[in-house]
């Protein structure tokens, strides 16, 4: 396939992944994902800006097979899904210089073996010159990894963003118009791979407003030709804002914790708080992460299995606590038949939450009406909570 052209002297050159539904074992891609990789001709040097996941090294070789000469290969970050192909580029290349962060450096040099000689280091704002085509470099360090990059191309306003933007979506054409469609991969990808690093990425969208961005062309996904919708959004998503909305994560064996999530979600929506319920026997787990991204409440519910907590549930907890929403409120309901530590092994993996800990509502086996009324009690205190943030209207 031929390049496509973004721009005068500018092209797109990567790889769409139709059937990838899964990314680093975990990531669940129900979209598809494209490696986005450019190539930015100027007067007198080409670069290409990023290469391709491994297996898809042959789709990005036919691109570039016009091409006889590339003098940067810019690694705006280390991981192999935009990394993997250098070692071949290089085969293909031999006079090409790797451009990247030294930290960049350092993760190639670790992840790839590639040898030094190879290398041109760049600081935070240093131009990269093709000639009629400048290139300057922005550090966005952990959007994902710590040595990531981002480039500017001043003369035509394009942002090559990298991971930051993207969205997990394969597609046909550069853009997509249904911009809803977009935002919703996008939101995903950001839940999924981003939020973790939300206060950092809060900074460097407050930088990147002093630029005059008219394209963002990310690593994955479609290139927004009016970004105005995804800037927006993710401001959205790193602010500390929160929605009246409780998310409720839970497993169940015999009914009785389900009973208790049945009885909770009555009693907040009958308080005017919205909910969305995951079953993790049968849940996407991007769909949960994509709920944590601006609800205000979790409430993970748990039955006793051997003693502890249902395995489906400490792991929900985990994924929960590592991608560190901006949860304001917890807590812990479930059952147990006889004894156990169930809740104290909830407790234990959602340490890095900031959220305020409710009192929990743990039964014995099948609840009783009082262990009802204990449930009843919880949303009053949810929809009160809520209230004391101003996000459900009400004297607190
Ligand atoms: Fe798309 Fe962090 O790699």
């Not at 191309?153 to 911009?179: N, P, Q, V, W």
């Not at 929506?269 to 601006?294: H, I, P, Q, S, Y």
């Amino acid at each position: 396939m031929e390049p496509r052209k973004i721009t005068e002297g500018v092209f797109w050159a990567g790889a769409v992944d139709w059937d990838r539904r899964l990314f680093d074992a975990l990531i669940p891609l129900p979209d598809g994902t494209s490696y986005n990789a450019y190539i930015v001709a100027g007067r007198d040097k080409t670069a290409l800006l990023d290469t391709v996941e491994p297996s898809m090294t042959a789709v990005l070789l036919d691109e570039l097979k016009g091409i006889d000469k590339i003098d940067y290969i810019v690694s705006h970050h280390a991981e192999q899904d935009h990394s993997g192909s250098i070692p071949v580029l290089l085969e293909k290349y031999p006079d090409a210089k790797v451009v990247c962060s030294p930290k960049g450096k350092e993760l190639l040099m670790c992840h790839l073996h590639l040898p030094e000689f190879v290398f041109i280091t760049v600081a935070d704002s240093e131009i990269i010159d093709l000639g009629g085509k400048t290139l300057e470099v922005i550090y966005t360090p952990w959007v994902h990894w710590p040595e990531t990059i981002s480039t500017y191309l001043k003369e035509d306003g394009i942002l090559f963003s990298c991971d930051l933007f993207g969205s997990h979506l394969a597609f046909t054409g550069l853009h997509i118009e249904d911009e809803q469609r977009v935002c919703d991969a996008s939101k995903r990808y950001f839940a999924e791979v981003m939020m973790p690093f939300r206060p950092t990425i809060k900074k460097h969208i407050e930088r990147l407003d002093k630029y005059d961005i008219k394209t963002i062309a990310p690593s994955h996904g479609p290139i927004y030709k009016d970004p105005r919708c995804i800037i927006a959004s993710h401001k959205e998503w790193v602010s500390d804002n929160v929605k009246n909305r409780v998310v409720i994560a839970y497993a169940t064996m015999h009914g009785s914790t389900e009973l208790m999530v049945e009885a909770l979600s009555a009693g907040l929506w009958k308080r005017g708080v919205e909910v969305e319920r995951f079953n993790l026997a049968t849940a996407d787990t991007g769909r949960l992460a994509m709920a944590l991204v601006d609800s205000a409440t979790i409430v993970i519910g748990s039955p006793t299995v051997l003693g502890g907590a249902h395995p489906l549930v400490i792991s929900a907890a985990f994924l929960v606590n590592a991608l560190r929403p901006k949860l304001k409120f917890a807590a812990i309901i479930g059952s147990q038949g006889w004894a156990g530590k169930m809740m104290e092994q909830i407790t234990a993996h959602i340490g890095n939450l900031k959220a305020e800990v409710l009192p929990p509502v743990i039964v014995k086996g099948k609840p009783t009406q009082a262990d009802l009324k204990e449930i009843e009690a919880l949303a009053e205190s949810i929809a009160e909570k809520h209230k004391s943030i101003g996000i459900l209207q009400g004297q607190p």
